[in-house]
């Protein structure tokens, strides 16, 4: 049994949640926008800028920002409204190619990066 006194670590996460063939089909699909969320809301939380404050800064509305950030995604959504949060945080949108491992080795500091600063 688990115990439920410590936290998941990703690789036990992705276990349960990526067990089935359909699952990790459906999270594939997902994954960009799951990523986009993650950026938007590691930028944010490094510029110390709550939803609303980055929200009204982008122009868009609180709740929209809120489904950024957590992979639900917005009706309309466009590399446009991602530029614009951007450009609230005084940053840019930079879109790559990058080898697989790389990208693995990214998130990974990031993940441990949300860890330490939620702690």
Not at 22 to 50: D, N
């Amino acid at each position: 049994m688990a115990d439920l006194k410590k936290p998941l670590d990703q690789g036990a996460l992705d276990a349960l949640t990526l067990g089935t063939e359909e699952a990790r089909a459906a999270y594939q699909e997902q994954r960009l926008t799951l990523e986009v969320g993650r950026t938007i809301r590691h930028a944010r939380k490094l510029a110390a800028l709550t939803q609303t404050e980055l929200a009204e800064r982008a122009g868009i509305d609180q709740g929209d920002l809120s489904r950024l950030e957590t992979g639900q995604g917005v009706r309309g959504a466009t590399i446009a409204i991602v530029e614009r949060v951007a450009q609230a945080l005084g940053q840019e949108v930079v879109i790559q190619f990058v080898d697989p491992a790389a990208k693995s080795a990214r998130a990974k500091e990031l993940r441990e990066q949300d860890v330490v600063g939620s702690s």
